[in-house]
């Protein structure tokens, strides 16, 4: 069943945001992780381990039967699902500002769908902007298992 989309769009500015803490956000879309997909992060990344890109010898050996996402991958969509669930408007840059705590706690096969969802733990103001950090959780199609648990920072500069 698919769930009502209501933050995405919705207008925050910065001095509103701390009202969301303690706020769980929809969920994000489900992003495919298609094999074209860990080949180019290989490729970026320079981890070429068989477990992501050799198909055929993960379906014979790998306990997983078929090649998995790096957890890099995993993490690395974190900001474009997390700007999916929460638009902070009025604002002329946002940035990573770092993560607190990140765990893989599952893999995400090739060909499944991952999403994010996420709840606003803290909004401060800082110097030109606002801090906000959430606690997040990828879930993918293929398991019942989180694939990620992380805790991003990301800074809204005005």
Same mark, same amino acid.
């Given at each position: 069943?698919?769930? &009502?989309?209501?933050?995405?769009?919705? /207008?925050?500015?910065?001095?509103?945001?701390?009202?969301?803490?303690?706020?769980?956000?929809?969920?994000?879309?489900?992003?495919?992780?298609?094999?074209?997909?860990?080949?180019?992060?290989?490729?970026?990344?320079?981890?070429?381990?068989?477990?992501?890109?050799?198909?055929?010898?993960?379906?014979?050996? &790998?306990?997983?039967?078929?090649?998995?996402?790096?957890?890099?991958?995993?993490?690395?969509?974190?900001?474009?699902?997390?700007?999916?669930?929460?638009?902070?408007?009025?604002? /002329?840059?946002?940035?990573?500002?770092?993560?607190?705590? @990140?765990?893989?706690?599952?893999?995400?096969?090739?060909? /499944?769908?991952?999403?994010?969802?996420?709840?606003?733990?803290?909004?401060?103001?800082? &110097?030109?902007?606002?801090?906000?950090?959430?606690? @997040?959780?990828?879930?993918? /199609?293929?398991?019942?298992?989180?694939?990620?648990?992380?805790?991003?920072?990301?800074? +809204? +500069?005005?």
């Amino acid at each position: 069943m698919e769930r &009502s989309r209501k933050n995405q769009g919705v /207008s925050y500015v910065p001095s509103t945001v701390e009202s969301l803490v303690g706020t769980t956000l929809d969920p994000s879309d489900w992003f495919e992780i298609t094999q074209g997909r860990i080949a180019t992060f290989a490729d970026a990344t320079d981890d070429h381990q068989w477990i992501h890109i050799d198909p055929e010898r993960a379906r014979k050996k &790998s306990p997983f039967r078929r090649t998995i996402a790096h957890g890099y991958l995993t993490l690395s969509l974190l900001s474009v699902m997390f700007a999916q669930v929460l638009e902070v408007q009025g604002t /002329s840059l946002a940035v990573n500002y770092g993560l607190n705590k @990140v765990r893989f706690p599952a893999p995400v096969p090739a060909g /499944s769908k991952v999403r994010l969802e996420a709840e606003i733990i803290s909004a401060e103001d800082i &110097s030109g902007g606002v801090q906000i950090v959430s606690a @997040v959780t990828v879930e993918c /199609s293929a398991t019942d298992k989180p694939v990620c648990v992380a805790e991003p920072l990301f800074r +809204y +500069y005005r």
